[in-house]
């Protein structure tokens, strides 16, 4: 049976602690294009989540686990850009430790780093609602010395869902929040309605097909006069 994480917005989340955590890649979701406002300025920018699965323990020796004994999950939400100061280029560049090379620049399959392990660095911060959230500050690679002692095992099944080519299944495992953010998108109001219009020309077609058999049962010696 596939597991595919769920967050099931249910108020049951359980934030991560601040700190440096081990840390591992399991989702990747297409978010479309959203709306930013950055230093007063709104723009609209594609974007992209990803998302980890945390294991270890806080600094109190408890656990990184839900109340359902899960690992705690965080994610990071990114501009889909490689761009030279762009957040993206600058945690995979930390996190793989090397720079892009002009070649992985003109495109780089973010589906690599599904299932690959981290170390990350994670800070509380007060949002505009004045509602406290922990977020990633830093993605960095996992030292030898935690590598050779053993990495934890996996839990969540890796998955990555791309609204060119949307894998329902994942999308349905999202949170109705992240759902509805993705629906809103223009990318997805395209889809749909490309998905209409197929469907309405299928319906046409059909509808000829059955009017056509309907003619071609008909005797060919009927009169005209």
């Excluded at 589906?111 to 609602?129: D, E, H, Q, R, T």
């Amino acid at each position: 049976m596939s597991l595919i994480a769920k967050d099931s917005g249910d108020g049951s989340f359980t934030p991560v602690p601040p700190g440096m955590h081990l840390a591992r890649c399991y989702r990747i979701v297409d978010l479309g294009t959203q709306k930013s406002e950055y230093q007063g300025q709104i723009k609209h920018l594609q974007k992209v989540m990803i998302q980890f699965e945390v294991h270890g323990e806080d600094d109190k020796g408890k656990a990184l686990v839900t109340n359902k004994g899960e690992p705690m999950s965080i994610s990071k939400n990114y501009t889909l850009s490689l761009a030279e100061k762009a957040t993206l280029r600058k945690d995979l560049q930390a996190w793989r430790g090397r720079d892009f090379t002009p070649e992985e620049l003109r495109g780089f399959e973010l589906k690599n780093i599904l299932g690959a392990w981290a170390m990350i660095s994670v800070a509380k911060s007060i949002g505009n609602n004045g509602k406290e959230y922990t977020n990633i500050m830093s993605v960095n690679p996992v030292p030898v010395t935690i590598k050779k002692a053993g990495l934890p095992d996996a839990f969540n099944k890796t998955a990555m869902f791309a609204i060119s080519n949307p894998d329902m299944e994942v999308f349905e495992a999202l949170s109705n929040g992240l759902r509805d953010k993705i629906k809103a998108s223009p990318e997805w109001q395209a889809r749909e309605d490309h998905e209409h219009e197929r469907g309405e020309r299928q319906s046409g077609a059909e509808r000829q097909a059955r009017q056509g058999s309907s003619f071609d049962d008909m005797e060919d010696d009927i009169p005209f006069n």
